[in-house]
């Protein structure tokens, strides 16, 4: 232990209702391994060449309460610093960064985090946690041609990595703590894993022998190798963990191959590890799409896009009824006739189009809350962004969220008054649109609505709890919002029927016709 160099780097628990790096809350600083804060840059140097390790804070500073925490951000200076470490490292033979968050959960201003590390061989992160089982393996390639590596938690499922370079070939292992033994193939490596554009993958047709990195509790007693499933031989051992057989690889040039390699130890612990790799180079394997579309997607700007669409989408509808005169409807009243009837009554009542109005408005402009933001700091919430202690923490997933306020409450509480208003034309007030006989499609709709109003009281409840009862109370998208819910709505059916009798009218005309 007394040769390992430890190399740590923060993770957004780390940097979780953090106000500031000073803070003695930062025990980060006091007790990692590095005990400073911000990215660095390693170089390990050995009698064939350098080779640097670049770590990547991305952690918000100041390092707000959750769930605002959950993307990494990167800002003009940061990214300055990055650059430079990246040039620092155009020496060395091969440069891996490594970071807690995946490039997909980091904000980072043009040309972007994954342009800066272009020259990385790979770049190690975790932070999705292979997203709770999900997906085991979560690797890519970016278009520069770097790994991007995420590995699961030590935490709760014991994960980690092994990575080695052989002759400045890079390759690794995932593994789970206390399973052995630990088997990584060196050569020939994973043609998956394989770049021309990092790597000098000519050595592999030039290569004597086969290696093999093989760890244990106790001592290794066999390292069988198959190619094919045809059975080489019994690989020897070098030093340390290093296990050797010859072969010639020019037996295998002309197609892909199938390497297995079977270790056992004294203890009767068996592993095999098996992998395609090719001695050609201009052969490659395409990573698995959906693993592909989760790290190289950029989820803030996803998030942040369909946030707009649907507020402008909202605001199109709102307003074009609202000045487009009552529609001639033909034939049957059928679903999109009567709801474009009912949206045509919501925009043409003052009361309800200003209220839906204002409040797609406000869920897209205004503050959403005032409280603690980080412990002992006060802030201000807003779709694009938390203002707090001086400092801006722009938008990320607070777009999420607003995402989920408009899908699961705004959208559908104007739905629900759309259809409320439209029972109310059919001369029904609430006591008796209930005695229709149509329960099974009434009952649903105002059970739906409770639910999701449910929802929204414990929204009310988790900012309470979260970030106290000042942002309870001075909080106008969650706490208002659900106090004059019931207003509104309550308004729809005590409405004065005269005010609906133009709307009564025509709908009458409508179903006679």
């Known amino acids: ?32 391994a590095v005990r400073r804060d911000g990215s660095f840059h390693y170089v390990h140097s050995t009698p064939f060449g350098n080779y640097s390790f670049i770590s990547l804070d991305a952690t918000p500073n100041p390092g707000p309460k959750r769930p605002y925490n959950f993307f990494g951000i990167l800002d003009e200076k940061r990214m300055e610093e990055l650059l430079l470490l990246a040039k620092e490292s155009s020496r060395s033979n091969h ?9 997909s959960t980091i904000l980072s201003p043009s040309p972007g985090i994954r342009s800066i590390m272009s020259s990385a061989t790979a770049y190690l992160c975790g932070h999705l946690h292979t997203l709770g089982g999900l997906m085991p393996v979560l690797h890519t390639r970016h278009l520069q041609g770097t790994l991007e590596l995420e590995v699961g938690d030590w935490k709760d499922n014991r994960r980690y990595r092994i990575f080695a370079f052989d002759h400045d ?3 690794f292992a995932d593994l789970v703590f206390g399973e052995w033994p630990v088997v990584l193939i060196t050569n020939p490596k994973s043609l998956l894993y394989s770049c021309v554009r990092h790597e000098p993958l000519e050595r592999l047709l030039h290569s004597t022998h086969i290696r093999v990195l093989a760890f244990s509790l106790s001592s290794i007693t066999s390292v069988t190798v198959k190619i094919d499933g045809v059975h080489l031989g019994q690989a020897i051992h070098l030093s340390g963990p290093i296990f050797i057989l010859k072969w010639n690889p020019r037996n ?4 892909t191959c199938n ?21 050609q180079e201009d052969i490659h394997l395409r990573f698995d799409p959906l693993a592909s579309f989760i790290l190289l997607t950029d989820h803030c700007i996803v998030a942040r896009v369909l946030f707009v669409i649907i507020v402008l989408i909202q605001l199109s509808i709102l307003i074009t009824f609202r000045y487009r005169g009552y529609p001639e409807h033909k034939g049957s009243p059928g679903f999109t006739n009567l709801t474009s009837f009912s949206l045509h ?15 797609t408005l406000y869920t897209a402009l205004g503050p959403w809350f005032v409280g603690e933001i980080t412990k002992g700091k006060w802030g201000c919430c807003f779709s694009f962004g938390i203002f707090v202690d001086g400092h801006f923490l722009q938008g990320s997933l607070t777009f999420v969220v607003g995402i989920l306020q408009l899908v699961f409450f705004n959208i559908p509480l104007m739905a629900y008054l759309c259809w409320s208003l439209l029972q109310r034309c059919c001369g029904h007030n609430f006591r008796s649109h209930l005695h229709q006989g149509k329960y099974l499609k009434i009952i649903p709709v105002h059970l739906l609505m409770l639910l999701l109003y449910i929802w929204q009281i414990y929204s009310c409840y988790f900012l309470h709890m979260t970030y106290g009862t000042l942002a309870f109370f001075f909080s106008p998208l969650r706490t208002w919002l659900t106090l004059l819910t019931p207003v509104i709505i309550h308004s729809v059916w005590t409405l004065n029927s005269t005010e609906l009798g133009t709307f009564v009218a025509q709908l009458k005309s409508h179903l006679s016709s």
């Open 1 to 32: 232990m007394e040769k390992t160099k430890w190399l740590d780097v923060k993770g957004n628990h780390d940097a979780f209702n953090i106000p500031s790096l000073e803070s003695v809350e930062n025990y980060y600083r006091k007790y990692s």
């Open 95 to 103: 440069s891996i960064w490594f970071g807690h968050y995946t490039t």
């Open 169 to 171: 070939l890079f390759s």
């Open 252 to 255: 295998y040039s002309n197609r």
């Open 259 to 279: 390497i297995e390699v079977i270790v056992q130890d004294s203890a009767g612990r068996s592993k095999s590890v098996h992998h395609i790799f090719s001695v």
């Open 345 to 359: 009554v919501l925009s043409k009542l003052n009361i309800f189009y200003y209220s839906v109005l204002l409040l």
